[in-house]
């Protein structure tokens, strides 16, 4: 039998129907409130959930939750809620007054403000200029601190944070500049002034600063582009065309620095920075009549301006009006009396014009009030020994020494005071000293070899000449010296190859000539020999060198040329019985017996007891059958030298010869 179904709907069946139908009542009655009432609904939902979160964090144990910040900015009430972000400046000030969490009154809530304030900002007050500061001057990136999370305000429960507020940090072209005036330091000046003009670049102001920052720390380069920027923008502006002047000058930029300096004469005809600088810049250029003409209109301007009296008188010293330079120098120190470098000029002046007690007077006036300058000391040294005060000139280098013992000219200078002294040995030991300080300086080891080879160390002046050759190959006094070393040490080949180099560099003296002569005579190179000496006669004749040309001359049978040289000897020597009976003898070999007569008479005029001289004329008589005359010239040989062998045979013969003569008439 099949069961039968009721029209009714059971009961179990009802039920999921009623609730079902009534959340549907619910969630239209939720849609139409939140379209009439949204902000109150959105209210009740929050309440619901914080009402949720506290049974959570009080029954369940769970942490609170951060809602919001109630907080006070620079006087104005504030609400900060979770997810937002605190934006900050340097000028503001606030005071976080409460914290909306599940911690109903509080307890346990503390706040940390990243960067300032304490360990709990909790209701303190807090300065935005205090976090900018700290960012500043703790962080190297900063432009990444502006909009992330790096710093924070964090709200903590027992110590554990619950959430944390971004801070966006504002820093302002404004902060740079505060910050550029607020330190001393020149490098901390720049880094803020940069950041400044990179937020506000056309902010001339600012281009001004950061240009006079970097000219006051000693960087003019950097600042000519910072004033040239002002320029770009305010292009007569008097006070950057001055401040870009100076920098030209600081740079040696000289021709800009007169272009910008008479810009500026043309805005302001009277300034008279701006002549001073056109003439120190023409003082840079080596144009000193320009700089003097400058100097002049400046002081037309300002007559009482001592550096520009100071600077006149530089330019006239670099102009040899060194008397000029001195009336300059004075008046400066008529305006200014203790002007110590005008002192010191007028004393350099004044050695130039040999007006040594005067500057030994201001040099002393000097150091009086700086006993410590090691280079005033040796000024005074020069200008005493230029005056032949010896013993102070080495007394003023030693006190120069003294402070300064590595200064290698003075060490020059002392050893060759010690020289003029001749007190070699100490001369000796400061040319080692100034080699010691400054290994290659020639004229030390020069000195050195010279005295070397006065003291006929040869040797060792080689070696020092050889270190000189190296670092002056082309000077040919050093050659000379040179090949006379090796001449003295019988080394004629080296002695004859430095002579040659002395002449290859243009040496000309006859003395060279004559040397190298010798050594080729030494080296049997004869006829290079005999080139030489007559080049050393052309230059200068003497009788040493006339004599060795006319026994060549006569050895080769160059009877004319013996002549001239014997001729040329008389005329140097004119009472050198030598050379007559010489002439004598040559025209003898020539067959001119009057000429050979004549010459030995004139031989015996000036040394009448030569009895070969005697012979010689008893022998030219004899040639000419004037048998006499030869009897009596060869008995007055044989009275003045009874060994005179050839006279003593020839008086018997003369005497055979005169009677046959006799008999023949």
């Not at 003291?455 to 040919?476: L, S």
Request: aromatic share 10%; glycine share 6%; net charge positive.
């Amino acid at each position: 039998m099949l069961p039968k179904y009721s029209r009714n709907t059971p009961t179990s069946q009802r039920k999921p129907l009623i609730l079902l139908l009534a959340g549907l009542l619910v969630l239209t009655a939720f849609a139409i409130a939140f379209i009439i009432f949204p902000e109150q609904l959105a209210r009740f939902s929050l309440g619901l959930q914080r009402v949720k979160n506290t049974f959570a964090f009080y029954v369940l144990g769970e942490k609170p939750r951060f809602y919001y910040l109630n907080m006070e900015k620079n006087g104005q009430e504030l609400r900060l809620p979770a997810g937002g972000v605190f934006a900050l400046t340097y000028r503001d000030e606030f005071v976080i007054k409460s914290v909306a969490s599940d911690s109903l009154f509080g307890k346990g809530i503390t706040i940390d403000v990243e960067g300032m304030g304490t360990k709990n900002d909790f209701r303190a007050l807090l300065k935005g200029i205090a976090l900018i500061d700290h960012i500043v001057q703790t962080e190297s990136a900063l432009s990444e601190i502006r909009d992330n999370e790096k710093y924070r305000i964090t709200v903590m429960y027992n110590g554990d944070p619950i959430a944390a507020v971004p801070i966006k940090v504002s820093i302002t072209p404004q902060d740079w500049l505060r910050y550029a005036r607020s330190t001393e330091n020149r490098k901390l000046q720049i880094e803020y002034l940069k950041r400044a003009l990179a937020m506000s670049s056309g902010d001339v102001n600012v281009i001004k600063m950061l240009a006079g920052v970097y000219l006051r720390a000693g960087m003019p380069s950097e600042a000519v582009v910072q004033y040239c920027r002002v320029l770009e923008i305010e292009p007569d502006d008097l006070n950057s065309l001055v401040a870009l002047a100076k920098c030209y000058m600081d740079v040696k930029q000289y021709a800009l620095a007169i272009e910008t300096s008479k810009h500026i004469l043309r805005l302001k005809p009277k300034e008279t920075s701006a002549f001073t600088n056109i003439a120190l810049a023409y003082s840079g250029l080596g144009q000193w009549e320009k700089a003097i003409a400058n100097y002049r209109e400046s002081l037309k301007l300002q007559p009482d301006n001592p550096l520009a009296h100071f600077k006149l008188g530089e330019a006239y010293e670099k102009t040899g009006k060194v008397k000029e330079a001195i009336d300059q120098y004075r008046l400066v120190l008529v305006k200014v009396p203790n002007a110590l470098h005008a002192m010191a000029a007028l004393a350099g002046a004044a050695s130039k014009i040999g007006n040594h007690d005067e500057a030994i007077k201001w040099y002393s006036e000097v150091l009086r009030h700086q006993p410590g300058n090691a280079s005033l000391w040796a000024n005074l040294g020069l200008a005493y020994g230029s005056k032949g005060a010896w013993k102070e000139e080495v007394d003023s280098y030693k006190k120069s020494l003294a402070i300064d013992p590595n200064d290698p000219i003075v060490h020059f200078n002392l050893a060759l005071a010690y020289e003029k002294g001749k007190r070699d040995r100490e001369a000796a030991a400061q040319y080692e000293k100034v080699l010691a300080l400054r290994p290659n300086d020639v004229d030390a080891q020069q000195r050195l070899a010279d005295m070397d080879m006065k003291a006929k160390r040869y040797e060792q002046a080689i070696r020092r000449y050889d270190k000189v050759v190296k670092a002056t190959p082309k000077k040919a006094a050093l050659y000379i010296n040179l090949g006379f070393a090796y001449g003295e040490l019988n080394k004629y080949r080296e002695s004859a190859e430095n002579y040659e180099k002395a002449i290859k560099y243009g040496a000309k003296d006859n003395n060279l000539h004559y040397n190298l002569a010798y050594a080729y005579d030494q080296l049997g190179r004869t006829k290079e020999s005999i080139k030489e000496y007559e080049k050393a006669a052309a230059l200068h004749p003497t009788v040493d060198v006339l004599s060795i040309l006319a026994d060549y001359y006569l050895k080769d049978k160059q009877y004319d040329n013996a002549i001239r040289c014997y001729k040329k000897i008389t005329e140097l020597a004119p009472k050198r019985a030598a050379a007559y009976s010489s002439l004598g003898h040559v025209y003898g070999l020539k067959g001119e017996s009057d000429r050979e007569i004549e010459y030995y008479k004139i031989s015996l005029r000036y040394d009448a007891e030569d009895d070969l001289v005697y012979q010689n004329l008893g022998a030219a008589y004899e040639k000419k059958e004037m048998y006499g005359e030869a009897y009596k010239a060869y008995v007055r040989a044989y009275e003045l030298n009874p060994e005179a062998n050839r006279a003593k045979a020839r008086i018997p013969q003369m005497r055979i010869k005169m009677l046959e003569q006799k008999h023949k008439k």
